[in-house]
């Protein structure tokens, strides 16, 4: 999404970047002091940014993060290889793709975390409990945007190549793999946000202390201070805007032709 | 004869449609007969509870059970109330901010910083702020469903050809009809995409947002089930929200192939 185009300096877009956040801070300081919720309940700005550095560099909370992104970056790469695998292989055939589809829909359909209580039940709430919550969540945006790129393959491409006298192997080695990489890229950053989203919702639904998600818990229900609990949502975010960020720019890297039209 | 041929490729089409689930069901089914664990019922046994639980009422009824209304209705339309309304600020919000490449520099970080943030971290901020209601609930829901459609449809308005661009301003078409006549149109594949993953976030987070402080909905009673060990009555829960699931997708995609129909045959591409 944040495609940089050569000619821009990194400091304007850092300046525009800046510029944007401050608007949307701007905004939340303005709707805190409107006074239309109890002026407790929505801290300032400051106050927030205060909280943000004390727990960046907080050991408790550093440890939470910790524990939380073993389990997002393991559930994420095992995502990716099925992920990838499988939408190759059923993207290569229409068969496989129209016989995987009802059984796919169904378990896709599936709300993630309506199986984090049967996996609390049965794996506890460790680190294993999260990374399948991760897996069964992430897997399928790389899957069917995989296939989906396999699948919407420019067919003049195909039939060019073939009509040079590539191999079939060939041809999906150098034609179909690159035009789907885009979409699996996409598959890999929708993924992305809800491998941490629902890593944080069963470390909230287990209830333990582990976790961003039982950090949260654990200081909303501590005091009536509302500054840590938002100071621990905005490092999350920024914790996710950090992997997005990555994401993006690993996709500017392995196909700088996407968004540079 | 050319009916035989008929109905033999009816049945084809139906064993490639279904055949795997049935396999997969009937797998399922002798698995847990075998193992016979306490924390995998069979499948046979979650259909039994959960007809017992929602569709066993009175035909007057529908069939439907006094639990249904107080346990699927709420939370049904708690998801679409919330789903339908972040959709219209994502769309709405991505055409606008979509049709000016100088605005991307701006927009795209703080979007990408909200779109970061963890849903259910934000629960007790939503909590906090809006107390335990239907509204926190529809907000929150809300809330996540803005950004999958709002990325679609900022992406696919900036893709949106140039050209087409130009000759709407070049014919002095006015800015509110540019966006429904040229950007609506052309994105309208990815926003249909984005609305179909923010729908299926839509049922997560409203599992979430009935996790606390609520007597009705589904999430309330998987989360009550799981505490106090009702081991068959969480499965029918998790089985029902997947069945909702399935259905909402597939009620989604018809009415997508209807709306998009015209796409199809404009591009030369089938919808994903």
Redesign the interface.
């Known amino acids: 999404m944040t495609v940089r185009h050569r000619s821009e300096p990194r400091a304007l877009v850092l300046w525009r970047g800046l510029v944007g956040a401050a608007a949307v801070a701007a905004l939340y300081q303005v709707v805190a002091l409107a006074g239309i919720v109890d002026r407790r309940l929505l801290p300032a700005v400051p106050a927030i940014g205060r909280e943000v550095a004390r727990l960046a560099v907080d050991p408790d909370f550093l440890g939470a993060v910790g524990n939380t992104m073993t389990a997002v970056a393991l559930g994420l790469l095992i995502s990716c290889v099925a992920g990838i695998g499988g939408g190759l292989g059923l993207g290569a055939s229409s068969l496989a793709t129209r016989m995987t589809r009802a059984p796919i829909d169904v378990l896709r359909s599936l709300p993630s975390v309506a199986l984090i209580p049967l996996l609390l039940m049965t794996l506890g709430d460790g680190v294993r409990m999260k990374t399948v919550v991760v897996v069964v969540v992430a897997v399928w945006p790389v899957l069917l945007n995989t296939t989906y790129g396999v699948r919407s393959v420019d067919g003049v491409a195909v039939d060019a190549a073939r009509s040079f006298g590539l191999s079939r192997l060939r041809v999906w080695a150098g034609v179909v793999v690159p035009s789907a990489v885009p979409a699996a890229l996409t598959g890999f950053r929708i993924a992305l946000p809800m491998a941490l989203t629902v890593a944080i919702s069963s470390e909230m639904a287990a209830g333990t202390p582990s976790g961003i998600g039982g950090f949260i818990l654990r200081t909303s229900y501590r005091d009536f201070d509302a500054a840590p609990v938002f100071a621990a949502v905005v490092l999350a975010g920024l914790i996710g805007w950090a992997l997005n960020a990555a994401a993006a720019g690993l996709g500017n890297r392995l196909v700088p032709w996407e968004g540079r039209r | 004869m050319s009916l035989l041929r008929l109905t033999g490729r009816a049945a084809r089409a139906l064993v ?6 049935v396999a ?1 069901l009937a797998l399922w089914q002798v698995l847990t007969v075998e193992a016979q664990n306490i ?1 995998f019922p069979t499948p046979a046994d979650i259909a039994v509870r959960m007809r017992e639980l929602w569709f066993s009422g009175p035909a007057a009824h529908l069939f439907v059970t006094g639990g249904f209304t107080t346990d699927v209705v709420p939370s049904v339309a708690r998801a679409l109330a919330g789903w339908a309304l972040g959709g219209l600020v994502g769309i709405a919000v991505g055409l606008v901010a979509g049709r000016w490449a100088r605005a ?7 979007v ?14 939503f909590l ?3 107390g335990a209601n239907d509204r926190m609930r529809i907000a929150l829901i809300a809330f996540g469903c803005i950004w ?1 459609v709002l ?1 679609n449809t ?2 696919a308005t900036r ?1 949106v050809e140039p050209t087409l661009r130009d000759t709407g301003t070049a014919f002095g078409i006015s800015l509110p009809r540019q966006f429904a006549m040229i950007s609506l149109p052309a994105a309208a594949p990815r926003i249909a995409a984005g609305l179909r ?1 923010s729908l ?1 976030l839509a ?2 987070l ?3 947002s009935e ?1 606390s402080l609520t007597q009705h909905g589904l999430g309330n009673f ?2 009550t ?2 505490r106090s060990y009702q ?1 068959l009555d ?2 029918a ?2 089985a029902m ?2 069945l909702l ?2 259905l ?3 009620a989604f995609l018809a009415l997508e192939k209807r709306l998009l129909a015209w796409h199809v045959g404009f591009t030369g ?2 919808l ?1």
Not at chain 2, 104 to 110: A, I, K, N
């Open positions: 490639v449609k279904l055949g795997l689930v997969l924390f991307q520099g701006y927009v795209d970080p703080p990408n910083f909200i779109r970061s943030l963890p849903k259910p971290a934000i629960v007790p901020l906090i702020v809006l999958p990325l900022l992406q893709a993953v299926g049922l997560i409203m599992v979430l996790w998987l989360l089930s799981q081991v969480m499965w829960a998790v929200l997947g699931g399935y909402l997708n597939l591409t089938p994903p």
